[in-house]
């Protein structure tokens, strides 16, 4: 029966002696879903299914959506997310599937904000991010601030938003903002976050803000989304709409809402302070080792060859001493090695105690209060854009894009 | 009006939504307590938004939810947690509150969906921080004893509580709901009551639904030959049921004679409303003098028909006022009821005349900011020309009597969405088939009135008592029925009608009393005072002592001497026969710490000597 039928089919279902109609929409695992006139989907074996008509179902409407020409122009690059996704009857879970014009639809109040330009780069979910399609965001912003936008919003998903973020603010210098922005609640739930981030991160597109940042929800109530450097922010909960923090800086700003008010902070980089830039070159042999008590050195062996490595050490930078002289060899063969503290808040310092000092000694560098993942992605960078050891040592401990503060405030 | 259903066609479905008892929610780990609003540990606030379904549509009823904008404000508690707060996704279903509703489903001839997908249905009026209700359809098609027919039987989520208008407390949010549906098989408001009587006795049966207050909700779907289907909300009393099946029907009657009346009349609704703010700039009606817009419209040859009664207090007027209110407007004016409200006879005509009304047209006006005006006047119109059509299919509220008033149209197929958060249940047919069937309460009943001698009424009582299970126990394990039943029941009920806390009395003390009664350690007439000092918080030993400090036999021997010598004259003029009435002393004296048996061989003894000395 399953191989005749097809999403939409009327079909009846007979079960024990009882029996109901309903609209068939697909099978798994020998189990089939229907949807019965009530709008329930159950679950029924697909042997008890008959076909009682064929597929009534027509495609969703797609309303096109009419733009003010006299307002002024921002880029959409979508990427793909929980900004934009939907229920997917193949998997049964949420996955991407929007086209970047279809976030015009599922948030209309930004057609009153700008006329939008729509640039679909991937569709994909933020864990499958790789250093080449950061690379090719990159491109994309780049060619979308040169044909004239004045801000760019890039629709990420949350996960590895901040890796995204760090990595084109490297590779980027922009005079416009680039926000990112997302969503920790799904499109397709009243509740959503994807409408208030998405008009904020409009609103800050637009605004006077000259650098890559994260705007999302700034509390868990729908009044104001917060402004975070790309080089300074992480996702800090799994789920809640304000897990988007600032790490070890003051945030760049926030936006009212519904007022959409922006305000930004003294030391936010304002629009056209830096010219366009393009340096896409990363070098992807780069990881990261979160440091473990009792960690076997053999491990790090896995990570020969490697041109440059992050450590995530404990406290104040510091690794078990056990495994220094497997870190001295992995440097003396040319990998560049940045010690990082899994506090993720504070500042890296290993000239206290004597493991730190040994680590000094063969050569690690000091990450300053890079957090690690901006580390990773600030290795990948140097490393790609470096003509010398010496450059991309000079390079990391310098710095470029915000990552670093030279003064801890808190 | 007429008492013959059948001639009206009256057809009727109840849905009943039970709180389930279960140690926590639905789709998180909280516990199922209510709260006080002063208890909160937190508050915040967020605006929800209609979506399309998976297919693609918008439900009306979202819609029209979404008319106006408005800001939800939810109060936390160290009882809720993210889920109800929509910070984290659900846990899965809860297996306890399944279960129920599994076994409810099998006492009523259910069969049991294979699998079972978590929906998530639609509600954007705030009472729901995701802007839905999780929803799944366990099992189809029973029949009660009675032969109503259980279309579907649902577990849901409850909904959170509102404190006022759009300002919730989480505290109920989540707590396992059973939904049971008839099919439209009912025909008079005596079975619909009947029905709902009937469903809450299996659910109480099951001895793991909630109790109170609250706990219990029953919609009521109904219409008559011509009407329409319509859903009326939140019935909490039973006993209002029919009451309310009545008023529908009543209501539904009306607005059929008033359409026929329209038609006769070749009544008509403009289309295009008036400004006539400047009308009432002047007006001794505050709500007309301050407000920015007026729009009226005119209702031609339709003078009377909007303040005709179609329900005790309500009027066709009340139905378009309700829709109005959609808009944010606090109501309307019509001709048919003016001049009042401070509005005067001069007024009035020229509002008439700047319509061009004449005597059989009636003229309704709103009165608000502009964009509300517009809104409502639109509703307005809508309504009217719904009353050529007769019944508008509607979701109701219920009012206090029996009433009903206009809360949104009937939600359709497309306001649900699958539950992308839970995986589906399998329920296998072992898990069904070992589900054990409670004893139903009317058996109980029976039961009681058979084996333990009670009668009707207080086997009832018994029997729906959330003591039943101890009660059992304790003649199962050698207490006298009667006994028994004074404790959990008779004696309980009279100390809370003097006022006295009997919740704080745990069954496991009321136990270890009755062990003490029958073990003579302790009089049964000391029963009243030991169960009010338990009440109190006393420990029962403590209780005892209290209400019954021990009595040896020596001292009782003494007691009884003095209180015979007392009264050797008494004794000796009645002889044998003065023994009750001083047995009656002598229980006062002991409180009740000494059985009455003892006490009375001891006292015909003493009495006995009385007699025997000259």
């Known amino acids: 029966m399953s191989e005749l039928l097809e999403t939409g089919d009327n079909v009846r279902c007979t079960l024990q002696g009882s029996s109901c109609e309903g609209t068939y929409i697909a099978s798994r695992n020998g189990m089939a879903t229907v949807k019965l006139t009530s709008g329930y989907n159950i679950g029924i074996p697909i042997e008890a299914l008959t076909k009682n008509g064929s597929s009534e179902m027509t495609e969703p409407k797609v309303l096109e959506v009419t733009q003010d020409k006299t307002l002024p122009c921002i880029s959409i690059v979508s990427t793909g997310g929980t900004i934009a996704s939907k229920i997917d009857y193949r998997t049964g879970a949420v996955t991407s599937q929007f086209r970047a014009t279809d976030i015009l639809n599922a948030i209309p109040g930004l057609a009153s904000l700008a006329q939008f330009r729509a640039v679909q780069l991937c569709n994909i979910l933020s864990e499958n991010m790789t250093p080449a399609i950061w690379q090719q965001l990159a491109r994309a912003i780049h060619d979308e601030i040169k044909a004239g936008a004045q801000g760019i919003l890039v629709t990420h998903g949350t996960d590895t938003m901040a890796y995204s973020a760090a990595a084109v603010s490297f590779m980027l210098k922009t005079p416009v903002p680039v926000v990112f922005v997302g969503s920790q609640r799904s499109a397709d739930r009243p509740s959503s976050d994807n409408v208030m981030n998405g008009m904020c991160a409009a609103k800050t597109a637009l605004s006077d803000l000259g650098e890559v940042v994260v705007v999302m929800h700034g509390s868990t109530s729908d009044d104001s989304c917060a402004i975070h450097r790309g080089t300074r922010v992480r996702k800090m909960h799994t789920s809640k709409r304000d897990a988007f923090q600032t790490i070890g800086q003051e945030k760049l700003g926030n936006i009212v809402y519904p007022s959409l008010e922006v305000t930004l902070s003294p030391h936010a980089i304002r629009r056209g302070a830096s010219e366009l830039i393009l340096k896409d070159n990363l070098e992807e042999k780069c990881g990261v080792v979160w440091y473990y008590p009792g960690m076997d050195p053999k491990i790090l062996s896995a990570w020969d060859g490697y041109k440059g490595i992050v450590l995530a050490g404990t406290g104040l930078g510091h690794v078990g001493t056990e495994i220094i002289s497997k870190i001295q060899d992995m440097i003396a063969s040319g990998t560049m090695v940045i010690m990082t503290s899994q506090c993720l808040h504070g500042r890296v310092c290993d000239r206290v105690y004597d493991t730190g000092r040994d680590l000094l000694s063969v050569g690690v560098i000091e990450g300053e209060d890079l957090l690690p993942e901006v580390a990773l992605v600030k290795l990948m960078w140097v490393l790609g854009n470096s003509k010398s050891q010496e450059e991309a040592r000079n390079l990391m401990t310098h710095n470029i894009a915000g990552e670093i503060s030279w003064r801890s405030a808190e | 009006m007429s008492e013959d259903y059948a001639a009206l066609g ?72 993210l889920v109800e707060n929509d910070e984290e996704p659900p846990a899965p279903m809860n297996q306890e509150a399944l279960d129920i509703v599994l076994t409810i489903a099998k006492v009523c001839g259910m069969t049991p969906v294979p699998e079972i997908h978590t929906m998530r249905k639609l509600v954007i009026d705030g009472s729901n921080t995701s802007g839905f209700q999780r929803t799944a359809l366990v099992a189809m098609n029973g029949k009660l004893p009675g032969g109503a027919e259980i279309e579907t039987v649902c577990l849901e989520e409850e909904a959170a509580q509102r404190i006022e208008d759009t300002f919730f407390s989480l505290d109920r949010l989540g707590i396992p709901l059973i939904e049971i549906t008839t099919s439209p098989c009912l025909h008079t408001p005596e079975a619909v009551q009947e029905t709902a009587a009937q469903i809450g006795m299996i659910l109480r049966s099951t001895g793991r639904v909630k109790r109170g207050l609250g706990t219990i909700r029953q919609d009521i779907n109904i219409s008559i030959r011509e009407g329409a289907r319509v859903e009326i909300k939140g019935v909490q009393e039973l006993d209002l049921i029919s009451e309310v099946v009545r008023r529908e029907a009543q209501r539904q009657v009306a607005l059929l004679e008033i359409r026929e009346e329209l038609k006769k009349r070749g009544a008509s609704i403009e289309k295009t409303p008036v400004d006539v703010t400047s009308l009432f700039s002047e007006s001794k009606s505050r709500v007309l003098k301050n407000a920015s817009m007026i729009l009226a419209i005119k209702l031609n040859k339709c003078a009377g028909l909007v303040g005709r009664e179609i329900q005790p207090g309500r009027r066709l007027g009340s139905e378009m006022s309700d829709y109005a209110k959609k808009c944010g407007v606090g109501g309307l004016f019509h001709t048919d009821e003016l001049p009042a409200y401070g509005v005067i006879e001069e007024e009035v005509v020229s509002l008439k005349a700047a319509l061009s009304a004449s005597p059989e047209d009636c003229v309704i006006i709103v009165a608000d900011k502009p964009q509300r005006c517009q809104c409502a006047i639109k509703q307005i119109i809508r309504r009217a020309e719904m009353a050529f059509e007769g019944v508008p299919k509607e979701t109701r509220k219920m009012l206090e009597g029996g009433s009903t008033a206009y809360m949104r149209p009937l939600p359709g197929a497309a306001r649900m969405y699958p539950e992308t958060d839970v995986f589906q249940v399998r329920v296998t047919p072992e898990r069904f088939a070992d589900l054990e069937i409670p004893e139903m309460i009317d058996d109980t009943i029976a039961r009681y009135m058979k084996e333990f001698g009670l009668t009707r009424e207080v086997a009832r009582q018994m029997a729906y008592s959330e003591r039943r299970s101890a009660f059992e126990e304790v003649i199962a394990s050698g207490i006298k029925p009667a006994l028994a039943e004074r404790a959990f029941n008779s004696t309980l009920r009279e100390l809370s009608r003097e006022g006295i806390l009997i919740t704080r009395i745990a069954d496991d003390d009321i136990k270890t009393i009755l062990c003490a009664i029958n073990s003579g350690d302790i009089a049964k007439e000391a029963l009243s005072p030991i169960l009010s000092a338990l009440a109190e918080g006393k420990k029962p030993e403590e209780a005892c002592e209290i209400a019954a400090p021990k009595v040896t036999e020596n001292e009782l021997t003494l007691i009884i001497e003095r209180i015979v010598t007392e009264r050797s004259d008494f004794i000796r003029e009645r002889g044998n026969a003065a023994t009750g009435p001083i047995m009656g002393v002598v229980m006062k004296e002991v409180r009740g710490s000494v059985d009455g048996k003892v006490v009375n061989q001891i006292l015909r003894e003493s009495i006995s000597r009385v007699l025997k000395t000259p």
């Open chain 2, 10 to 81: 009256l057809v009727a479905g109840i849905e009943i939504h039970q709180q389930l008892n279960t140690k926590e929610k639905l789709f998180c780990r909280c516990p199922t307590i209510i709260r006080e609003a002063e208890e909160a540990n937190g508050e915040f606030f967020r605006y929800l938004r209609a979506t399309k379904s998976e297919m693609g549509e918008l439900d009306r009823a979202a819609e029209e939810e979404m008319m106006q904008v408005r800001q939800f404000r939810y109060l936390t508690y160290d009882t809720t947690c």
